[in-house]
Structures are given as structure tokens and as C-alpha cells.
């Protein structure tokens, strides 16, 4: 499997990237969102790791990503989850149906090609009970900021490849079959934790 932050060998320089990002507002999202994460736990987009360290040590999170250097980059980061690793696509998910508690992701649903399909997978393998957890950065709400951010996500995704600074994802998630129970916006309304169950 390969893909662009193989091809770039951006894992290298990704979390240096991101640093000003975590420092300021990602961290303090990540803290708030990802410890409710119980049981068996379904990470997809696993990235560098940024997640792991907020899973409790009671939680079994198998971890994926369709990148396996990034993977690698992963395996690096301390956790207190028991953490097992899994090269996949979260568009084609190698897992049985109803099997997990939680599918969490972050800063995923921007870059997966066919994020209605990404969502019908999470739906697929999380249990009639089970919780999704996300935090993503999307469209900007209101006039101005979704004119801002329509603006930039030409230039911006014929730079990087992958990453739509466009997407409505609450909404995709919602067409999946998930009931939104919680959408919290942060930093002008570009990111957003959102909490769903299946119906």
C-alpha cells in the first residue's frame, strides 16, 4: 500500500509541521476527546501517533494507517494502551462487523478519497453500542470563514495531494447512519470534536 506521505517521506517532517498546530490547540482537543475511548478501540489514521498517548491502560487500541511509514513513526511514541498495528485502509477496513467499542480518528476525514465510504466501513465494524470519536479540521463556518476556506483549499491540496481544507464531515457522518450526540468547534470554528453513535 502506498501513498503520498510514503512517496514524500513526510512522516519525517510531519510532526514538525504540526508543532505549532499541537502546541496552541490540537493537544488540548486530543486530552479532551480521546481518554473516553474504552475497551477495544479502533484508531484509523493513526498518522505519527498523536493519539496514543490519551488512551487509558486499560484500553486495547488496534491502531492502522495506509501508511507504513508512518506506522513506523508511530511505533516510536509511548503509550500506556496495549497497542497493536495494522496497515490499512480506512476505506476497506480488513476487520469482521460489530467488533469494536470505539473507532476514533483525527485530522483523517479530510484526505481519504471517498469519505462516505470511510464512515460506512466505521459504522460497519463498530458495535450496535459502540461511540465514534473524531476531531477534524473542516469547512469554516458562516460566510466568511467558509469563504476563507474555500479560497484556500485550491492551492492548498494541489500543493499537498491529499488534504481538503473543505469537507463537511459532521454531515458525512451523519449520512452514514451515525446520530450526531455532540459537535464542540474550536479555533473559529475550523476544528471540531465530534462525538456519534450508530442508529
Known sequence: MNTVFDDLAASRVYDRGMWPLERFALVRLRRRLFPQ????????????????????????????????????AARRRPARATIHWSLADAQALPFPGA??????????????????????????????????????????????????TELLNVPW????????????TARTVAAAGFRIQRIQRHTLGVFQCIEAVPH
Do not use: K
Open 157 to 168: 491540496h494541489a500543493w499537498n495531494r491529499v488534504c481538503h481544507l473543505n469537507r463537511e
Open 99 to 148: 467488533c469494536f467499542d470505539y473507532v476514533t480518528a483525527a485530522l483523517l476525514f479530510c484526505s481519504v478519497s471517498d469519505p462516505l465510504a470511510a464512515c460506512c466501513e466505521v459504522r460497519r465494524v463498530l458495535r450496535p453500542t459502540g461511540r465514534l470519536l473524531l476531531l477534524e479540521h473542516v469547512r469554516g463556518p458562516g460566510p466568511v470563514m467558509s469563504w476563507v
Open 37 to 72: 475511548a474504552q475497551d477495544r478501540v479502533l484508531e484509523l489514521g493513526t498518522g505519527t501517533g498523536a493519539n496514543l498517548p490519551f488512551y487509558s491502560h486499560t484500553t486495547h487500541v488496534i491502531a492502522t494507517d495506509a501508511s507504513a511509514e508512518m506506522l513506523r
